[in-house]
């Protein structure tokens, strides 16, 4: 069952734009989070992660940052998009209900962002 | 480091037939997890088997078991009885654990891109 929100689920955008997308959780109570940048083609690539609120690891220096405000919302943002930004961003997480272990990390539906 | 290795940018299967995919992990760390996960076009990630480095069995989940052969550090997925729903990209990942404990971080390989033909 999706436990993971995602919006929105499509965004075009012009270089230099803010940005901001959002993922929420429902149904657990202190769970990892992560922001992972899918390129066309590509594999997954880590941008960060979230062990509890206000705690960031950022793991690749970029144009992005991320926020977590609430236990249960973790946020991407951008003050000024590139064109390099563009990109299937996918939050995920683990700890989450409905996992057959704390190891299964679930996915939501992602943002498909094209920075124009 | 750690990596994955995915050496199959791309595999056909006909449909009712089982299909093997590769992974290959390169690790130091004596605990880790493998992971698989299914890609349709829709770009969801669909969890699909875990295998834990201490698990004394391969991991099976309906028509996916991991073949796991830890000395060769490989955790091949296998589907049997393909369906034509099966085509998607797939990725093996390994989940990493981060200095001051388990953050669960998992790295993924490049994918392998499944075509099941009728």
Redesign the interface.
């Known amino acids: 069952s999706q436990t993971i929100h995602q919006w929105p689920a499509t965004l075009v955008q012009p270089v230099g734009s803010p940005l901001s997308l959002e993922c929420t959780v429902e149904g657990t109570s202190n769970p990892n989070l992560y922001w992972y940048r899918q390129a066309a083609g590509r594999g997954l690539q880590l941008l960060f992660y979230s062990v509890g609120i206000g705690q960031i690891s950022s793991e690749v220096p970029q144009n992005l940052s991320a926020s977590r405000p609430q236990d249960r919302q973790f946020i991407l943002s951008s003050k000024k998009l590139l064109l390099s930004d563009s990109g299937f961003y996918l939050c995920a997480g683990t700890g989450l209900a409905g996992a057959s272990s704390y190891n299964e990390q679930f996915f939501g539906p992602g943002t498909r962002l094209t920075v124009l | 480091a750690q990596k994955i290795t995915q050496t199959q940018p791309g595999m056909f299967v006909q449909e009712k037939e089982a299909v093997t995919l590769d992974c290959t992990y390169d690790t130091s760390d004596p605990s880790y ?1 493998l ?1 698989w ?1 299914k890609q349709p076009s829709s ?5 699909l088997i ?1 295998q ?1 480095s201490y698990d004394q069995q391969n991991a099976t989940e309906g028509r996916y078991s991991l073949n796991f052969q830890k000395a060769r550090k490989s955790a091949n997925l296998v589907i049997s009885a393909s369906q034509l729903g099966d085509s998607a990209m797939y ?1 093996c ?1 390994m ?1 990493e654990v ?1 200095k001051g404990g388990a ?9 392998t891109l499944l075509a099941v033909q009728p």
Request: proline residues 0%; glycine residues 26%.
């Open positions: 997890g992971f996960y770009g969801e990630m669909i969890f875990y834990g990725f990942a989940r981060g953050t669960n971080k998992l790295i993924f390989g490049t994918g």
